[in-house]
Nanobody, 121 residues
Framework: HVQLVESGGGSVQAGESLRLSCVAS????????MGWFRQVPGKEREPVAS????????FYAEGVEGRFTISRDNAENTIYLQMNTLGLEDAAMYYC???????????????WGQGTQVTVS
């Protein structure tokens, strides 16, 4: 099992930045990638970004590429999501995820954190 703990959410003005963090513990070696999803009330969770544990290959959802950057610190078992130029459409609960990724599944969904809220006004 893998435990994920997010932090860094908060309230910002449109155009500002935030950086989310996610610390992983447990059987991390059972996964090969980590990522971020987000969800607004009444809508399904949607993928935001992912990064492979080894090699650092990254993937981004349309709409965030160029504004968001996912990165990782393997020594700390931590991933980050740097979010710049936030817009009202980025307001959501952001979830850290971990699991297996491959050519056909770029965003892991085996393990989920509790989420951290991002509010944009």
């Amino acid at each position: 099992h893998v435990q994920l703990v997010e932090s860094g959410g908060g309230s910002v003005q449109a155009g500002e930045s935030l950086r989310l963090s996610c610390v992983a513990s447990g059987r991390i070696d059972s996964t090969n990638c980590m990522g971020w999803f987000r969800q607004v009330p009444g809508k399904e969770r949607e993928p935001v970004a992912s990064i492979y544990n080894r090699g650092g290959h990254t993937f981004y959802a349309e709409g965030v590429e160029g504004r968001f950057t996912i990165s990782r610190d393997n020594a700390e078992n931590t991933i980050y999501l740097q979010m710049n130029t936030l817009g009202l459409e980025d307001a959501a609960m952001y979830y850290c995820t971990a699991g297996g990724c491959n050519l056909y599944n770029r965003y892991p969904q085996s393990y989920w954190g509790q989420g951290t809220q991002v509010t944009v006004s």
